[in-house]
């Protein structure tokens, strides 16, 4: 996992304060559907396809570096943190046996992220219109003058990705010890002949990555689509620990409440999409 990871948190950061990526024009106009700016894009990316934590994490970055004020930066990470293409791909698709498997949880997750994000955006925009306060001007125009400043005098990119890495090191750091510790709860929970039946819910609950090897574990008793749709609400949902990894990065200000009501929406769009899709796409 931390491998996997490493990179992407590196190099989401190291974008982020370089500059290269554009914030205006068609591609940072997309950030707009979900009703973030077009600095949101880099947290959008990185939460949709590269895997828990990094849309929380780059989300984080961004409002630390004042081109999200908290709200976005909140909506951005609660709804745009997926499990990542290369998890589902790999992963889920290995333990499953099946390509079609990784492929369905990839697309059904992303649709139902996408859908939240949009309905949450659309929302959010009139909120906006309303009441454009004189915080989120600055913040904009801090954003505008960071992204002048970069393209006019780009930053010195070797400290810049000196930094990067250690910081996406002592982001990698803080996930594995969340995954080591959930990991064992769950495997815990699992020796206790009384819990041992719920043990794939609970996991479910607690730790994707533990609830997808349940969930696989299930398949041929349960069969392909009810483990397949297990798997599914956990990824979707993410779990108490990438709750607490996002709770982390915003230094304890991420509303728990909201993060666990958006992701449950989430959670349960991704089961009917992988439903739906499991008739698309058998094994």
């Known amino acids: 996992m931390i491998p996997a990871l490493f990179p992407f948190a590196v190099l989401s950061r190291f974008l982020l304060l370089s500059g290269l990526l554009p914030k205006k024009g068609k591609i940072g106009a997309l950030a707009g559907l979900f009703g973030l700016p077009g600095a949101a894009l880099p947290a959008l990316v990185a939460g949709l396809f ?30 745009s943190n997926n499990a990542g293409a290369a ?66 005098q780009p930053p010195p990119l070797l400290p810049l990705m000196a930094d990067s890495i250690v910081k996406g090191g002592t982001a990698m750091l803080s996930v594995a010890s969340f ?36 969930a696989a574990l299930l398949a041929p008793v349960w069969g392909y689509r009810p483990a397949l749709l297990l798997a599914a609400f956990a990824a979707g949902w993410s779990g108490l620990s990438v709750f607490l990894q996002a709770e982390a ?20 769009l991704t089961v009917l999409f992988s439903l739906l899709l499991s008739f698309l796409l058998p094994v």
């Open 50 to 79: 590269c895997g828990f934590p990094m849309g929380a994490f780059a989300a984080a970055e961004l409002s630390q570096e004042g081109l999200l004020n908290e709200k976005e930066a909140f909506r951005a990470a609660a709804f």
């Open 179 to 214: 995954v080591v510790f959930f990991s064992v709860i769950t495997a815990a929970i699992g020796e206790i002949a009384l819990f041992s039946p719920a043990l794939p819910f609970l996991s479910a609950l607690l730790e994707a990555g533990s609830a997808l090897k349940n």
């Open 87 to 152: 998890f589902l791909f790999g992963t889920a698709a290995t333990l499953f046996g099946s390509f079609r498997a990784g492929l369905t949880l990839f697309l059904a997750q992303t649709a139902a992220s996408v859908a939240v994000g949009l309905y949450l955006g659309r929302r959010a925009k009139k909120e906006v219109r309303e009441n454009f306060s004189r915080f989120e001007k600055v913040s904009r125009k801090k954003s505008d003058t960071l992204f002048a400043e970069s393209s006019e």
């Open 249 to 268: 990065l915003f230094g304890g200000r991420l509303p728990l409440s909201y993060l666990a009501a958006v992701r449950l929406a989430v959670a349960l």
